[in-house]
Nanobody, 126 residues
Framework: QVQLVESGGGLVQAGGSLRLSCAAS????????MGWFRQAPGKAREFVAA????????NYADSVKGRFTISRDSAKNTVYLQMNSLKPEDTAVYYC???????????????????WGQGTQVTVSS
């Protein structure tokens, strides 16, 4: 059973930075895809970033491109989301997710992900 545990959320002022971590257990990733999604109050969960574990190729939502960076540490079986130049509209619960066989162009589709973490709250004050 794969378990994903997010950490690193918190309260930050606009323009600040946070780094989220997602530690995985129960599986050694190789052909997987990893994604970050977020859900703001009263809104649907949305795609933020995704990464192909085998080579680190990343994709981003337009709203975070140039500000957020997804990366992984294979030795630690951990994926990160570095968030810079944060804006109040980035406030949300952030979830990481694992797609056990990378789904290619469907990386932004929630339904392709097999496992989800419990989420970590990010609050950006203006």
């Amino acid at each position: 059973q794969v378990q994903l545990v997010e950490s690193g959320g918190g309260l930050v002022q606009a323009g600040g930075s946070l780094r989220l971590s997602c530690a995985a257990s129960g599986r050694t990733f190789s052909r997987d895809g990893m994604g970050w999604f977020r859900q703001a109050p009263g809104k649907a969960r949305e795609f933020v970033a995704a990464l192909r574990w085998s080579d680190g190729i990343a994709n981003y939502a337009d709203s975070v491109k140039g500000r957020f960076t997804i990366s992984r540490d294979s030795a630690k079986n951990t994926v990160y989301l570095q968030m810079n130049s944060l804006k109040p509209e980035d406030t949300a619960v952030y979830y990481c997710a694992a797609d056990l066989i990378y789904s290619g162009n469907h990386y932004s589709t929630q339904e392709v992900y097999d496992y989800w973490g419990q989420g970590t709250q990010v609050t950006v004050s203006s």
